[in-house]
């Protein structure tokens, strides 16, 4: 079945303004979350949606992040006023109720800020 | 705080030879210990993971790592690399129970040699 996708593929911006990071899961997928991947380091962990609880904002670097889940499914990273060092590639996955431990990754927005 | 730490950054290796990436995570409690793959143009896959029992875990490809408790260590190990395992692995944890978020470590490049 199709995977976990991830649009746009890339994205450039200026410095200081929004974008939008869209993720569409795995279908059935309870679980979602963002992670961002900056050159040279690991997965860094954003933010967490589980059903309808809600979310764990806990990862996010600072207040021009944010995060959105509609209807369950389809969610929506939003970066306010970009910065240089938002430059990353930010990665989505998702994981069903059964085995909630295994996360499924989408290929990745790759976000390059001028 | 957690953390996973990957002695290796870059591993080059010709075909046939041995391979063991290390992997130490700090956390206090139980975890889940996971190994993810990259391969060159391809988005995150799993690779193998452990959750409880047997220490010894084997994974896709011929992988498989081992959960040494008392060390804090889940190495991954192949004993033939071959030339398509080419690719940078992530070793991850998250807390056994808690929340589902991934700490990853920052990567091992993996450069096979025909």
């Known amino acids: 079945g199709a995977g976990v996708s991830q649009s746009p593929s890339n994205k450039v911006t200026e410095k200081g303004k929004d974008v939008e990071l869209r993720c569409d899961p795995i279908s059935g997928h309870t679980a979602l979350y963002w992670y961002r991947q900056s050159l040279g380091q690991g997965l860094e962990f954003l933010i967490y949606?589980?059903?309808?609880?809600?979310?764990?904002k806990s990862g996010l670097p600072s207040d021009r992040f944010s995060a959105e889940r509609t209807g369950g499914s389809v969610s929506t990273l939003t970066i306010q006023r970009t910065q240089q060092e938002d430059s990353a590639v930010y990665l989505c996955?998702?994981?069903?109720?059964?085995?909630?431990?295994?996360?499924?990754f989408g290929p990745g927005t790759r976000l390059l800020v001028l | 705080a957690q953390s996973v730490s990957q002695h290796n950054h870059h591993v080059i290796l010709s075909e046939a030879a041995s391979l063991e990436l290390g992997c130490n995570y700090s956390y206090g409690g139980t975890v889940n210990l996971f190994w993810y793959v990259q391969y060159p143009g391809q988005h995150l896959q799993l690779l193998l993971k452990y959750f409880s029992g047997d220490p010894l875990v084997k994974g896709i490809k011929g992988f498989e790592a081992e959960f040494i408790k008392s060390k804090f260590s889940f190495n991954l190990r192949k004993p033939s690399v071959q030339w398509s395992d080419t690719a940078e692995y992530f070793c991850?944890?998250?807390?056994?129970?808690?929340?589902?978020?991934?700490?990853f470590g920052s990567g091992t490049r993996l450069q096979v040699q025909p």
């Open positions: 996955a998702s994981s069903p109720r059964q085995v909630q431990e295994t996360q499924y």
């Open positions: 949606f589980q059903g309808n609880s809600a979310p764990d």
């Open positions: 991850a944890f998250s807390p056994a129970g808690g929340r589902r978020a991934l700490t």
